[in-house]
């Protein structure tokens, strides 16, 4: 019997040994061959309603859906627009006070508003949903008692988009029940949208709980020209209104799926267009277990799209122009799994079960060698395993700020100057890139990051106030002379000049108190005392923190920016002080208010890309430089590891539409994963052995036991 | 005439209902607190172009554009009542969750991901049990020799090691090294085991050090009374005297014990479900504290006390059961 159980085991272990799928594949074995993208998520996303969601761990799926009117270029930098459900993209027609077109070369003041002519593909059709179906429009109790998710539905069906529908999700905007984040700032310039918003709060308070039909209300500045062309008319002159057209917050949105999800036996059961969105997009959402899994198909109506045919001229020997003009998506399905800890993620990749992988403070130096010269390279572990690494600079700026408004730090007197000038020359940013970024990061010169017009390389781009041209490269300023403008800002060592007290600036952060922090802001005192001055970190939790910002109480913070679009009003705009955090509720944290710079800044937004602008946009960051609200910061750099089953991958920070570009030899995966997974049996046996043995002298202590006994 | 076990257990269900009361009361005040609903509506809306507008936009529709708990603008008992504490609170003794603040149903994200926490912690208790009970036997059995000194010496060592360390070591080893079974993940259906086995070790191993101690002093206790020595002294073997006497009599205090954990089963575990990649209840609540949704917190605050004082009371059920000595009543 012992030997059947035996051969039975051994059977059973010859079995797993010899199979093709490896024990550890956390994937079903039918799948291992297939056109599937493995990633993971760690925060499951709350909104994937385009009118809501604005963070990047939503727009990740929203973006492979939903179909704005316009992309970006895939290849080409700086990054371009190029249409993407329109047909072209438009220029704007300006109009006077008195809707009269002027020239396109008007100057801003004159025009009162810009028209947006836009005109869309026809035959572009949505994916297959229930919604489309009129006999789901109504349900009784008893139907919608049997549904519990959106594939309990058997009927689906589909429809043309039309030019209504984008019109319907402006509206949208500003739904009554809906918060979406940008109504406020549309509101501002879409014409009639502040409107629409108040006629749409009565309308909602007379009969709360029936389905408010948007199609019924007017958008005075919103129009329908024929099935497949609306016009948008904003207030003023506004270009950078383009880029957001590009932004999900403009995809179309049919009128059903508002009437469809309005059933309030669907709402009980997290049957909403905020969970199961309705696109035109080349993905559609099959499943949506935030829980767990989020899973994307192939939408079997795109109406297809071909793989760009030109680049950048790095790109073909690069080999990103190996599919050219082929019919895109790549991937027929791409499956997202929950992750909440970083190390399983990173084990996972390098078993082969992620295709791509981001690289944590933990795993740098197993997946990085930095050399003598500071050139990056991949370690042999991962060069054996025929990992790529793709690096990119990301277009944000995050910043160590000085709050304007601040008795001691703020201000424009010399003394407030000086006093962070030598503040920016103390805190060594190149050596905080190295300690706590292992590299990972450019310096900051100004407030334009690297990738966006207006960013000046070279001895024309370096801040003058902290750094000097040394050997053709920028050299901080000694500590001396950071010593000596403090001493001139009236604090010599530190002290005040006529008190003799020492200067004690406080750095107000909401960072926890664990062990990464600890050591910066360990590390941020010690640059204030190279200066002889005292820092003390007031660390509060995020909501005091955020209270503080927005009463101005702060004096010295960490903020960042990630940039929407790739315009330097996108970046300089956190300087002007129409949106001043103090008073305005604004974007610019440091509440700097410099009418000399918001002078500029008017002019510059509403200027072409050009050398005019870039002389415009060199006098701001001449001002900002001279003036300093921004003592030091850096614009970081991306690492991505990708496994080399994984092609076309070329790092793009503004736009997240990109999973239809990229694609996977499934079969050299397989192998990989069978070849890097094999099991490894002996340890268990040999652990089994000595526990086994371990038995034996307690068997044999116990029979003598028992034998003295009888005896 | 009700019987005196159903009075007591009536009276019990009587006593919950302040109790509850002033938890739901405690959280309510401990979390409003430290987060305003304004606070709530910033970090719900994000961090970029929140306006003030969309502030009280998104407070007016989550009903928390009311006072928090006395509303001095009305009249009477509307007082009380029209504020976010008696909005947010009614409800809950019903046993209706409400909706997170991204619009999931709380009752039904509770139901399934109770499944997954229930699928880790039943067999890691079952087996945890046997293994425990036999190692402390084991250890009893071989009292006062060189291999209860080193068992103990194993035990006190395996329960003084980090949790952390063993799920991190336990994924690194098991997973990593000798890829034997998948590093994180959830499934359903018999795919899901694959992805228990190695927690639910880790588990094992994590609690078989203490569980170990608990009962060996349990049986040590129990080894020196008087019906002990007389089944020794009727010529019974020592294994057959502890695994027949000795566990019989020590099974009141195991029993009631592990009742008391039953409930708290659906409640999951943290940095297990965390490590693991499982979708059970355990880091529900931490997700939502940390993104601030009052909802989840309060349902998983009220659900995790009622759940308590269920343990509570099928502890004691259980212990006038297993000992014909207690009586409930009085």
Redesign the interface.
Known sequence: MKDQYLFLIALLLLVAGCTQT?????Y?AKETTENILYSSFSE?P??LDPALS??SNEIVFTAQIYETPFQYHYLKRPYTLIPLAAETVPKPIYLDKINHPLPENAPAEEVAFSLYEIKIMPHIQYQPHPAFSNIYHNMTGEQLDKINQLADFKETSSRELTANDFIYEIKRLVH??L???????MSEYIVGLKELSETLKQAAAQSPSTFLDLRKYPLSGVEEVDRYTYRIKIVGKYPQFLYWLAMPFFAPIPWEADLFYSQKGL????I?L??YPIGTGPYMLTVN?P??QMVMVKNPNFHGENYPKDGEEEDKPAGLLANAGLPMPFIDKAIY?????D??VW??F??G?YDASGIGSDSFDQAIRIGATGNVDLSDEMKEKGIRLITGTSPTTYYLGFNMLDPIVGGFSDSARKLRQAVAIAIDQEESIAIFQNGRGVAMQGPIPPGIFGYQEGRNGINPEVYDWVNEKPQRKSIQEAKTILAEAGYPAGREAKSGTPLILYFDTPGSSGPDDKAHFDWLRKQFAKIDLQLVIRNT???RF??KMQKGTAQMFQWGWHA?YPDPENFLFLLYGGNAKVGK?G?NATNYVNPAFDRLFDQMRNMENGPERQEVIDKMVAIFKQDLPWATGFHPKVFGLYHNWYANIKPNHIAYNTLKYVRLDPQIRATSRTQW?????W??FVLSGILATGIV??VI??RR??KGKLQ | MIAPMTAYILRRLLYTFPILVGINLLTFTLFFV???PN?MA?????V???????ID??KR?HGYNKPLLVNRQEEGKRKFTETIFFDKSVSLFLFDFGHA?????IG??IQ??MGPSLAIAVPELIVGLLINITAAM?LT??RA?Y?DYWGVVIAVAMMSISFLFYI?GG??LI?????????????EGV?MV??LILPTIIGLLYGVGSGTRWYRTLFLEEIGKDYVRTARAKGL???IVLFRHVLRNAAIPILTGVVVLLPLLFLGALLT?????I?GLG?YTI?AIN??DFGIVRAMVFLGSALYIVGLILTDIMYAWADPRVRLGG
């Open positions: 490896p024990l550890n594949n956390p079903p499951r709350k909104h604005y963070s009554p029940k918060s979406s984040p940008i109504a406020g700032f709402i009980d059961k997290n909403t905020d969970w277990n829980n767990r799994s929950l992750e909440k800890e190390i399983p084990n996972k390098l078993q079960y939790d995020y909501n955020q209270d929407d509720g974007e997974n094999r099991p490894i049996w340890p268990v002298p307690a202590l116990y036991r028992e | 430290v987060n305003t606070d910033r970090l719900h809306l994000g970029k172009r929140v306006t003030p507008e969309a936009k998104w529709e603040d991204d619009g999931r149903d039904r994200d399934e991901r084991g059995l071989f020799t291999i991190i994924q690194f997973s990593k090294l000798l890829h034997l079974v998948p590093i994180s993940g959830f499934d795919m694959k992805f073997s020592e294994v479900e965390s490590f693991f990649g979708p880091s997700d993104s601030q």
